[in-house]
């Protein structure tokens, strides 16, 4: 779902294809707006036909939760009055939600505004300028919102899947090449590489002095046996 944020870009689900303009109540009206950005985000008939703005807060098809999300609305009760002389209250919808707390909502007014965008804040109770003694009531989800909300989260993680399995493709293709360029050693050099595994024979070592004793001692036997030698021709 693409948020509102700025143009004027109303078209029949605003007019004429509108319950509440086919009526004569078409925009400015808080209720009448609301149905036709309902039916832009679904690209569906909104369900709900008729009814002040309080009223929707009771349709079916509207279910309350605990904390705004995009695509939501927000509902007032208080207001001015219908013909009836009814409290009509207020009726607009959540587009974008911030770290803080503040959500920015479009919405029309009666005999006011065409649409806006205000940024509502929880630690006011969500007041909405200009308005006409409004008390936040709820937010509310339309449930064809709803499945839209959930079919682009099944499609997110269907590619989130798709994504990972060419990813463990790619590994596996990768893990492939490489055996291919690996060379295994057979036939002599496989022999040569299993004689590299037997263990070398080590020359013992003895310390520097010990083998100068030995070598002068060597080297006194040697004289001797020159001379002894000598003597006996």
């Not at 936040?136 to 990972?164: A, L």
């Not at 790619?170 to 055996?179: H, L, N, T, W, Y």
């Not at 040569?192 to 060597?218: G, R, T, W, Y």
Request: aromatic share 12%; hydrophobic share 30%.
């Amino acid at each position: 779902m693409e948020e509102r944020r700025t143009g004027d870009n109303l078209g029949d689900w605003y007019y004429s294809a509108n319950p509440y303009f086919q009526r004569g109540y078409g925009l400015p009206n808080c209720t009448a707006y609301v149905w036709g950005r309902l039916s832009e985000l679904t690209g569906q008939p909104c369900t709900v036909q008729r009814g002040n703005a309080i009223d929707w807060a009771f349709k079916p098809e509207m279910k309350k939760i605990d904390n705004p999300t995009m695509g939501c609305v927000i509902i007032y009760s208080g207001g001015i009055r219908d013909s009836y002389g009814r409290l009509c209250g207020h009726i607009g919808v959540v587009e974008h939600l911030y770290s803080d707390g503040s959500i920015d909502v479009s919405m029309s007014s009666y005999g006011g505004y065409t649409w806006r965008i205000y940024n509502l804040k929880p630690s006011d109770g969500y007041y909405v300028p200009e308005s006409y003694g409004l008390t936040f009531y709820g937010f509310y989800m339309y449930d064809g919102v709803q499945r839209v909300i959930e079919q682009e989260q099944m499609e997110r993680e269907q590619r989130e899947i798709e994504k990972q399995m060419k990813r463990d493709l790619f590994k596996k293709q990768f893990e492939q090449s490489v055996d291919l360029r690996t060379i295994k050693p057979k036939g002599i050099l496989k022999g040569l590489e299993q004689e590299q595994d037997i263990p070398k024979m080590e020359i013992p070592h003895f310390p520097l002095d010990s083998a100068i004793f030995v070598l002068l001692f060597l080297i006194l036997i040697g004289k001797k046996i020159i001379k002894k030698t000598t003597v006996d021709n």
